[in-house]
Each structure stands twice: as structure tokens, then as C-alpha cells.
């Protein structure tokens, strides 16, 4: 499998609008779903896009306004997982 590269923005507006639970929410499925060694997964500071944020990558891929609900969505779709 393709290693894929998640960057969640750790900047203080995307942060405390969601991507501290979105962290841990992408954390979590990486974890249960035994996923971790296909993944690189950082935090970034600020990627200039707050009011478009939260924001997270998926590769090349820019998630604007996520949540943990819609990370979790765009995670299957980049793993084939119903
Ligand atoms: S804090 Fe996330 S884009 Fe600015």
C-alpha cells in the first residue's frame, strides 16, 4: 500500500475550531484500523487558510471546514474502506 501523508493545521484558529478533536479522532482510526505504518501523520502550523479552516491534507488533497466526520469519510475513501 501507498504511503499516504495526513498534515492536520495545528495554527491556534484551526486548532481550537475543531482540530484538536479531529487529532485525536484521526489518531484513533489509524490506531484501530492498523493503519499507522502506511501513514505519515504531522501537524503543521498555519497553512494561511484559517478562514477556510479547520484544515486538513490528505496528501495533495485539502480538506477545508473539516471535522472529524469528513476526515474520517476522505480516510476510507484513500483506504478502500466501507
Ligand atoms: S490556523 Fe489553520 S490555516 Fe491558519
Known amino acids: 500500500m501507498e504511503k499516504i501523508e495526513i498534515t492536520i493545521c ?6 481550537s475550531r ?8 484521526v489518531d ?4 484501530s484500523n492498523d493503519l ?6 504531522r501537524g503543521n502550523h498555519c497553512f494561511g487558510m484559517c478562514e477556510q479552516g479547520p484544515i486538513l491534507k490528505i496528501n495533495d488533497q485539502v480538506l477545508t471546514q473539516v471535522d472529524g466526520d469528513r ?4 480516510l476510507k475513501a484513500h483506504f478502500n474502506i466501507d
Not at 10 to 15: K, V
Not at 36 to 41: A, D, G, L, N
Open 18 to 25: 475543531g482540530n484538536k478533536n479531529t487529532l485525536r479522532v
Open 71 to 74: 476526515a474520517i469519510k476522505a
Open 36 to 41: 499507522k505504518k502506511h501513514v505519515q501523520f
Open 28 to 31: 484513533d482510526f489509524l490506531k
Open 10 to 15: 495545528l495554527g491556534s484558529s484551526c486548532f
